[in-house]
């Protein structure tokens, strides 16, 4: 397993990075209500981006707890 730098960090770390992403990305979305707009904004982009790199991370984990 290649580990990242998430991989390193303590869940509660990683989950109050979650529930801070998640809040962004909340009021990213109240602002600007086209879909097509928000994904041309980069900083929308980089957003989801690394949510979606700490749920890998995590769900690298639950597999290695796991045994696979």
Do not use: H, P
């Not at 770390?13 to 979305?29: F, G, Q, S, T, W």
């Not at 086209?34 to 995590?58: K, P, V």
Request: glycine share 2%; charged share 30%; net charge neutral.
């Amino acid at each position: 397993m290649n580990k990242s730098l998430l991989d390193r960090v303590s869940v509660e770390k990683i989950e109050a990075l979650i529930d801070a992403l998640n809040a962004m990305i909340i009021e990213m979305r109240s602002i600007e209500k086209n879909r097509d707009m928000r994904f041309r904004d980069d900083t929308y982009c980089m957003c989801l981006s690394l949510y979606y790199s700490i749920f890998e991370a995590l769900k690298r984990r639950a597999n290695v707890i796991q045994g696979e």
